[in-house]
């Protein structure tokens, strides 16, 4: 129960990481960190919207179908939001989008260990 109401908290603390992890891979447009911060809000509310629909279809038809569906759909949306934001192609957008969603993977490690760490300092 902890784990859950700690993830909106979370995902807070990854936004900023998500846009540096934007800044190191669109360093030579000579883009500001705040553009890239802009982006990741941008994205990070798409993916609460997103996941609240999934999670309700879920809960509703008794299945995890829909959140499966839901995390396809968000790498489909980063994918062509960063074709459209950053003019590139359709290749290096999708190489690009699928680093950009493996260092997010290991910010989430870490700040979730951080957390689960925080969680059972204050339980204990």
Not at 14 to 35: Q, V
Not at 48 to 70: E, I, K, P, Q, S
Request: hydrophobic content about 60%.
């Amino acid at each position: 129960e902890a784990f859950t109401h700690n993830v909106p908290k979370m995902m807070f603390v990854l936004m900023p990481l998500f846009a540096l992890w934007m800044k190191l891979m669109y360093n030579w447009k000579r883009r500001y960190y705040t553009d890239h911060a802009i982006f990741a809000l941008h994205v990070h509310c798409f993916a609460f919207v997103l996941l609240l629909v999934t999670l309700l279809l879920d809960y509703f038809f008794h299945t995890d179908a829909f959140t499966g569906w839901g995390v396809l759909l968000l790498f489909v949306y980063l994918w062509l939001a960063l074709k459209h934001t950053y003019q590139q192609s359709y290749r290096r957008s999708f190489l690009k989008a699928a680093l950009l969603i493996t260092g997010y993977c290991i910010s989430f490690a870490f700040v979730f260990m951080f957390f689960v760490i925080l969680v059972f300092a204050v339980i204990l």
